[in-house]
């Protein structure tokens, strides 16, 4: 299909406006071409109209099942909370309407995996979850740095997730399910194997950190061919977000989150000095933005799904992996199996495979 074939922009329905929907939101509405906000949808009504007023063409509905199956709408953005995510997908999958939904897929594995054979039986890949992480630059250049044999055998992973604070009511199972995910899907991404065992190790907490949570933590991942990947996590930093990634390699290092591209340590006089963002916004911008257009272009062609977005599968994964981890919370350092499930034919497995 080419350029003047294509529909004319593409008419998205946004499901939840809190602080990430309304992000997306004004994204679609002045930075992407080719797409535009027709519904938007959130449990504070109020201020979904208010949103639906800065945005020509723009209407709020009270119900998301209806902003999901309106006949205004052609393609799905779910930003509402993560423990309605399958439901709202599943609606989504019933009339064949592409959807891109922010992390997690579900936060139970069995819901997810209920999504994927959905899709499979669709016969379409038509589900993308939000990992935005393999739309940034610097990822990309490492996991293109990794497939061309630059590091020799990636032997471990090293990962560092810092926030300046978070919530009084964030609890370790939250420091699982919305800050570790991310490092999951990365490691998938990067190494393009499956993660087989999670273990939690937990350091004394900092005086920061609200009562009873356990932060920062460590969590331990093995994966199939046996490497080794450490998340820190600290989330109570009082200095700023950070994200970084080192990769150890038989034959040198690399590490990106500096934001002065992927440096590799094996090559001499490496030096960087700046500053952090307050958020995971500002640092991952242009990461949503590439993501958002890339989806919006992928939806036009018919095709769905861009080849760079993480699947189906890899939300079901996600959610297989937070699991163990939130069990291994309890288990004093002893590692917890990740047992997933026979990946069924269909489009989420033959886009995974293209992926690698």
């Given amino acids: 299909m080419d350029a003047t074939t ?31 906000v027709s519904v938007v949808n959130d449990f504070d009504t109020a201020k ?16 998301p099942f209806e902003a999901i199956t309106a ?52 016969g379409s890949p038509l589900v993308s979850v939000g990992f935005m992480r393999r739309f940034d630059r610097e990822h990309e250049e490492l996991r293109a740095s990794l ?38 899907d990365s490691v998938r991404y990067l190494l393009g194997e499956e993660i087989v065992s999670a273990s939690v190790l937990k350091p004394t907490p900092s005086e920061n950190a609200p009562a009873g949570l356990h932060d920062p933590m460590l969590v331990l991942f093995r994966t199939a061919s046996g490497r080794v990947v450490t998340d820190e996590l600290h989330l109570t930093t009082s200095a700023g977000y950070e994200v970084r990634t080192e990769v150890v390699g038989s034959r040198g290092s ?54 760079t977005s993480a699947t189906a ?12 981890t939130a069990r291994a919370l309890d288990t004093d350092g002893a590692p917890v199996p990740v047992e997933l499930a026979t990946r069924p034919p269909g489009p989420s497995s033959d886009h995974h495979e293209e992926q690698r």
């Fill in 147 to 184: 497939a061309a044999g630059e590091l020799g055998t990636p032997l471990m992973v090293h990962c560092k997730h810092r926030n300046a604070s978070v919530p009084g009511h964030f609890d370790d199972r939250m420091m699982v399910y919305d800050s570790a995910v991310h490092e999951v």
């Fill in 48 to 63: 979904a109209s208010r949103l639906a007023g800065t945005v020509p063409g723009c209407r709020a509905v009270e119900d």
């Fill in 313 to 324: 599968w890899d939300g079901y994964a996600a959610a297989v992996v937070c699991e163990a």
């Fill in 71 to 122: 006949d205004d709408v052609d393609a799905v953005l779910l930003a509402s909370p993560g423990r309605f995510h399958a439901e709202q997908v599943l609606a989504a999958l019933e009339i064949g309407r592409p959807v891109l939904c922010e992390k997690p897929l579900a936060l139970d594995p069995a819901d997810a995996l209920q999504v994927v054979r959905r899709e499979a039986e669709h």
């Fill in 254 to 307: 690399a590490t990106i989150g500096l934001e002065v591209g992927r440096l590799t340590t094996q090559l001499p006089g490496g030096r960087w000095g700046g500053s952090v963002h307050a958020d995971f916004r500002p640092r991952f911008r242009d990461a949503y933005d590439v993501q958002l257009q890339r989806w919006v272009d992928a939806v036009r062609r018919g095709e769905g799904v861009d080849p």
């Fill in 6 to 36: 294509l529909p004319p922009d593409l008419r998205v329905a946004v499901v939840g406006v809190g602080v990430m929907g309304a992000d997306h939101v004004e994204r679609l509405a002045t930075r992407t071409k080719f797409a535009r």
